[in-house]
């Protein structure tokens, strides 16, 4: 059974930093599909923020590309998103999510593995 912890979320004032993580069990990586970070913010459509494709490159959306940082401990199954120079509208619903399909590793529908999600709130 899948399963997928996050923590680290919070209320910071825009300019400060949050790192978050995300522990994984019962997925098996050798399967070399993607892991990564989504958000939702209320009235919005969930969206990719971060992720490890299935060869172990990174991706991001244009608009955190040079704040924030997806990283991974494989030793404890933990996967990372250190969060820097935070702006108000990145607040959201952050949730880590491992891929079920192949796809678009930015793209929601390809994931069917989800964690419950940490709320980032930047004021």
């Known amino acids: 059974d899948v399963q997928l912890v996050e923590s680290g979320g919070g209320s910071v004032q825009a300019g400060g930093s949050l790192r978050l993580s995300c522990e994984i069990s019962?997925?098996?990586?050798?399967?070399?599909?993607?892991v990564g970070w989504f958000r939702q913010a209320p009235g919005e459509e969930r969206e990719g923020v971060a992720a490890?494709?299935?060869?172990?490159?990174?991706r991001y959306i244009d608009s955190v590309h040079d704040r924030f940082t997806i990283s991974r401990d494989n030793a404890k199954n933990t996967l990372y998103l250190q969060m820097n120079s935070l702006k108000p509208e990145d607040t959201a619903m952050y949730y880590c999510?491992?891929?079920?399909?192949?796809?678009?590793?930015?793209?929601?529908?390809?994931?069917?593995?989800w964690g419950q999600g940490t709320q980032v709130t930047v004021s």
């Open positions: 999510a491992a891929q079920t399909q192949r796809g678009p590793v930015l793209s929601p529908a390809t994931y069917g593995y």
């Open positions: 490890f494709d299935r060869y172990g490159n990174t």
């Open positions: 019962g997925y098996t990586t050798t399967l070399r599909r993607s």
